[in-house]
């Protein structure tokens, strides 16, 4: 069964401080997505990693990925409030001829002051 | 301008009704995606197109059709809308097949009462 997996699910974090948020999929891809919805909002794109070893940063955001664990990790250095959003990763699997993207379920990030 | 644009934005309306929703992007994207999103569902894929008069059904499509005429346009309709069909659609749009990034619309909120 293709599943992906985040954790956690929900995080509440002060500013300031680092944390990681996991996405671990179950069957082989060398391509994941994060995105960020803020509430009420569309999805945006944040990082696109397409190899084993990939990793991207943007501010105080920076995402890796690791094919052979089958895990990407979404890495917070001194949150700020601003970073309050849910977080999705998504994977993309192949079968057959046929290509699809599987979704986490999302986590939510509150960022305190 | 905004590359996706989704109509209409809101919607409430009875069980039983149809219902259209409508998705125009100017990007020129060749796919094209519905989704739902609901609170502890993720996001799940209704139907897709792969180009102008081809379409397939996602995971769950039961209840839902949809039609592409012109690649700027992919509707989506509900053709008896049910309560269980109360949810956040979106709308993505991509340069490759399924498993390829997508880029998402505003998204239209469905009320069924």
């Known amino acids: 069964e293709l599943k992906v997996e985040q954790n956690p699910l929900f995080l509440s974090m002060q500013e300031g401080k680092n944390y990681t948020i996991y996405c671990n999929y179950s069957t082989t891809s060398d391509r994941l997505y994060w995105y960020r919805q803020d509430p009420g909002k569309s999805l945006e794109s944040l990082f696109v990693?397409?190899?084993n070893g990939a990793v991207k940063q943007e501010g105080r955001l920076m995402a890796s990925l690791d094919t052979k664990a089958r895990l990407s990790t979404l890495h917070i250095t001194a949150a700020v409030h601003d970073l309050s959003a849910t977080y999705f990763c998504?994977?993309?699997?192949?079968?057959?001829?046929?290509?699809?993207?599987?979704w986490g379920l999302g986590t939510s990030l509150a960022v305190n002051p | 301008d905004a590359g996706i644009t989704q109509s209409p934005r809101h919607k409430v309306t009875e069980t039983g009704t149809p219902v259209t929703l409508r998705c125009h992007q100017t990007e020129n994207h060749r796919y094209m995606y519905w989704y739902r999103q609901d609170p502890g569902h993720g996001l799940r894929l209704i139907h897709y197109?792969?180009?102008?008069?081809?379409?397939d059904k996602g995971e769950v499509s039961d209840g839902y059709s949809v039609s592409r005429s012109k690649t700027e346009d992919f509707l989506l309709t509900l053709e008896s809308a049910t309560s269980s069909q109360t949810s956040v659609y979106f709308c993505?749009?991509?340069?490759?097949?399924?498993?390829?990034?997508?880029?998402f619309g505003p998204g239209t909120r469905l009320t069924v009462l």
């Open positions: 998504a994977v993309d699997f192949a079968a057959g001829n046929n290509r699809k993207l599987i």
């Open positions: 990693l397409l190899s």
């Open positions: 993505a749009t991509g340069t490759g097949p399924g498993g390829n990034e997508q880029f």
């Open positions: 197109s792969y180009g102008v008069k081809d379409t």
